[in-house]
């Protein structure tokens, strides 16, 4: 890659419904210096997420247009002017959908990663990252999760899917069960993930699939969907069971709405509880989180789950094949071979 050029995917237009390719553009930029207190980051991985569904359609929070997009990504630092950072240094920041990168080390999440044998870089964006932090954070401080009781996930052959399996498996989950949208990742999230049950949502109404799959009920929902599946689990969840709710991807194509469920009144006759997780608000548990999983990783008792597409000019692709559902584990762009 060039030291001299560097590249940035600019969106042009708001999508209606489901995004499409063209309401995004690879712009050629120059690569910046750095000024005092910045280092220069050639990015070597990028995230995409469900969440950047939501920003596409503007707002105060959301994307600007023709402009680069917001996301998580690892990279190297090749020049500093930063005394917190020097060259060489692996370092994780939000400034992706990009090759190049200035970043501050403490300013807007970055900061410098720790390499451990044994433990691919990729896993530094899947289960050591915002991923696995979130479904860390969601199984250990929103939920709650105590040995021996059993566990539903949404979504579960994505990122925060898998990453909340194997993290409820090594924190004693009895029994896990999971809901996809296909018979083969089914299959796949129970010979490979770590799941008990897993089941197609296409094939009927998750309430009755999710009690065949746990006929004992659950104690714990991990919500990536909303809709129809929160439903499902309030009717199967045991009394003071617990709902971590993570995203809506039911709603994410829709303006942010989609049908509610019909049966809240469940909250109120099981004494259940139901609170919301963002990752911005347990960045103070990385370290908790690494000292946890790193020897697991290193043992091969759990791997990261992930799917990786190589080349910066697939950033676009690799978003939509994930929010088709195209991927397995954690989403992400290996910038160049």
Known sequence: MSTQTGYAVHQTARPTGFPTEDLFRCVEVP??????????????????????RQLMDGGPDGFALHAPLEGRALGRVVRSADPGLAEGDLVFHRQGWRTHALVTAGTDGARRVRAYDGVPLAAHLGILGGTGLTAYAALTRTAGLRTGEDVFVSAAAGGVGTATARIARLLGARRIVGSTGSAAKAAHLTAHVGFDAAFDYHDGPVAEQLAAAAPDGIDVYVDNVGGDHLEGALANLRERGRVAAVGAVASYHRGGSAPGPRNLLEIVEKSLRLEGVLVRHHTNLQAELEEFLVPHLRSGAIVSDD??????????EAFL????????????????D
Not at 32 to 51: Q, R
Not at 307 to 316: D, S, Y
Not at 321 to 336: A, E, F, S
């Open 321 to 336: 094949t994930m929010m088709r559902g195209g991927n397995t584990g954690k989403m992400l762009v290996r910038v160049q």
């Open 307 to 316: 799917t990786v597409i190589t080349g910066f000019g697939r950033t676009v």
């Open 31 to 52: 690569v910046p210096a750095p000024a005092p207190g910045t280092a220069l980051v050639e990015n070597l991985y990028l995230s995409v997420d469900p969440y950047h």
